[in-house]
């Protein structure tokens, strides 16, 4: 199906969502640090990069930036996938370019769901955003692990949570 970059440092937290990944039918390639990320999107147009925030070598925000630095007209999907649960964390890195935000530890239907959803996403829509990471004036749902940046043009004036979202 689709061929996803997991950034991630961690060879236990790779693993599981390799698995996870390529139990669905997708092809998934590992970075084991910031660097290596950079290196294999320059490579390969991926249809997905799940990043981890904190890496060696790079962090996830400079992985970021370099990926948005170079995306072409087939802008790639990026969501950034965290244990970091201080607030504000969200909002940085969909402020910086980021297509969703997962927090760790991942659950298999909210994994699937955010994967599901980025990549049903049509390119002419890709890279077209909001200036705010949550649905407006509201917290996101109790229970929700992440942000997910709808999938539309940037006059729709709604942010959903997922997991469960349409």
């Known amino acids: ?28 390639f590992w970075a084991r640090d910031g660097q290596e990320a950079v290196d294999e ?8 990069v799940l990043l981890d ?12 930036e370099a990926i948005r630095a170079e995306d072409g007209p087939k802008r790639v999907k990026v969501v950034v996938v965290s244990a970091d649960a201080m607030g504000g964390v969200s909002e940085t ?9 997962l927090t760790k530890p ?11 959803r980025q990549l049903a996403c049509p390119a002419a829509l890709r890279g077209r955003g909001w ?4 649905r407006r004036g509201r917290e996101p749902e109790p229970g929700s692990r992440g942000l997910l940046r709808p999938c539309a043009p940037a006059t729709t004036p709604s942010w959903k949570a997922f997991p469960g979202a349409s």
């Open 1 to 28: 199906m689709a061929e996803i970059l997991v950034a991630e440092d961690n060879p236990l937290n790779f693993e599981l969502v390799r698995d996870i990944l390529e139990a669905d039918g997708h092809h998934v």
């Open 41 to 48: 999107s320059r490579q390969r147009v991926f249809d997905l």
């Open 53 to 64: 925030l904190h890496m060696p070598r790079l962090d996830g925000l400079q992985v970021l």
């Open 93 to 101: 890195v969909l402020g910086a370019g980021a297509d969703g935000y």
């Open 106 to 116: 991942l659950e298999i239907q909210t994994l699937l769901a955010g994967v599901e």
């Open 131 to 134: 200036s705010r990471p949550f």
